[in-house]
Structures are given as C-alpha cells and as structure tokens.
C-alpha cells in the first residue's frame, strides 16, 4: 500500500522569503503522479502543481516549484515570494497510474502541512 | 459553470440517524470521488464510482453507502450515523483520459454527528 508522509504540521515564512515543505512517500510503483494541493481557510481544494514520476524534470508553476527525487522518495514544494494569499493548509498526494486504460486515479493523501505567511 | 457543488453545506445529526450528504457536478465527469477530511490524517478516500452505476470501495467506507444512478449525482449515505462520522466530507470528480489527472473538488460538508 502506499503511503505519504508530511512531518512538517505547521510553518511560517515571512512574506516575500521562501519556504520549502516536505513530502515523502512509500511505493513499490514505478509509473504514478504526485501533487500538492492547497486549501485555504475557506475549505476549497485546489491543485498548486503536479508532476509526472517518468518525467525527471521538476515542476514549476509560476512561484511554486518541486524538487523531485524519486529514489529518495522525497517530493518537497517551494514556494518564492511568499504572499499573504499563500497562508493555506497545503497537502501532498500521490496517485498510482492505473494503466493504458487508467480512466481517473484514486489520491491518497498527506496529513498537510500548514503554511502562515506573515506580514 | 456551477462546476460541483455539495449540499448541505453544515449538517448536525444524532446518532444512529440516517443522513444523506448530496453531491452534483455540471461537467459529465465520468469519475467522482467521495473523500472525509480529518485533523492529522488528511483526505482519506471513501468511495468511488467511475461511471453511473459503478461504484467501488476506498480506505475508509465502514458504515457508508454509496449510489450513482445519474452521472451528475453522487450522494453519500450514512445508514445510522456515529460520532466517529464526525468530519468534513468532500465530492470531487475527474475527466477521462484528462492527462493532467486533475481532481476537481467541492466545497465541502462539515457534518457533526452528536
């Protein structure tokens, strides 16, 4: 079975500084997707990135980047130029790939890391 | 664009009632997903259902039940309610073969079971 892994509970960052949060994760799979979601205080969930575990290349999307490393497991989110809006409880989730005809993906998911950005 | 939408949005029941918890998206994705949200455990999967009519079992779906006779609709069961049922319990769906594997969640239904 798989399993996600986020010891972080809570952070903080000043705004404008960046913060790194940090997810790991157990599988036997070879093929399989992991993602960062962030909720903010008004409980929605919403997708901050995704990467792909063939692709070695690291995700990046606008301030928010991974660091991607597959034989350690690890799969942390860097956040740059942290802004207030970015105060949310942020969880990261694995997804196995299913096969050719994989037609949506049961997440599992991290106990979340909870991110304050202070004025 | 409704998108997905969950109602009640706040629910307080008593043991051992019955409560139905609704879940409805505009998009015709074939997957949806019923997920319970707990302090130090994250999302955990209930149920799930990749089409109407097909719905299968996730990590945690003791004491749910779940059906899918429309695509759009998906409600969340709990046959007699207990307190460890206490939770925030989220719909989410995804498009077939969408390569981004996106989940598209609801806003949520905090459910308090007293």
């Known amino acids: 079975a798989q399993t996600v892994t986020q010891s972080q509970p809570e952070m903080s960052v000043q705004e404008a500084e960046t913060v790194t949060l940090s997810c790991t994760y157990d599988?036997?799979?070879?093929?399989?997707?992991l993602f960062w979601y962030k909720q903010p205080p008004s409980r929605q969930m919403i997708l901050v990135i995704r990467q792909e575990a063939y692709k070695q290349q690291n995700a990046t999307e606008n301030r928010f980047s991974v660091n991607f490393q597959k034989a350690a497991k690890s799969f942390s989110l860097k956040i740059s130029d942290s802004q207030l809006g970015d105060t949310a409880m942020y969880f990261c989730?694995?997804?196995?790939?299913?096969?050719?005809?994989?037609?949506?993906?049961?997440?599992?998911f991290g106990q979340g890391t909870e991110l304050s950005v202070k004025p | 664009d409704a998108g997905i939408t969950q109602s009640p949005r706040y629910k307080i029941t008593e043991t051992g009632r019955q409560v139905t918890l609704m879940c409805h998206q505009t998009w015709s994705h074939s997957y949806m997903f019923w997920y319970r949200q707990d302090l130090g455990h994250g999302l955990r999967l209930i149920y799930y259902?990749?089409?109407?009519?097909?719905?299968d079992k996730g990590e945690v779906p003791d004491g749910y039940v779940v059906s899918r006779s429309k695509t759009e609709n998906f409600p969340l069961t709990l046959e007699s309610a207990t307190r460890s049922q206490t939770s925030v319990y989220f719909c989410a769906s995804s498009v077939p073969r969408d390569r981004r594997y996106e989940q598209y969640f609801g806003p949520g239904t905090r459910l308090t079971v007293t």
């Open positions: 599988t036997s799979e070879n093929n399989y997707y």
């Open positions: 259902s990749a089409a109407a009519d097909i719905t």
């Open positions: 989730a694995f997804m196995k790939h299913a096969g050719r005809y994989n037609q949506g993906g049961k997440l599992i």
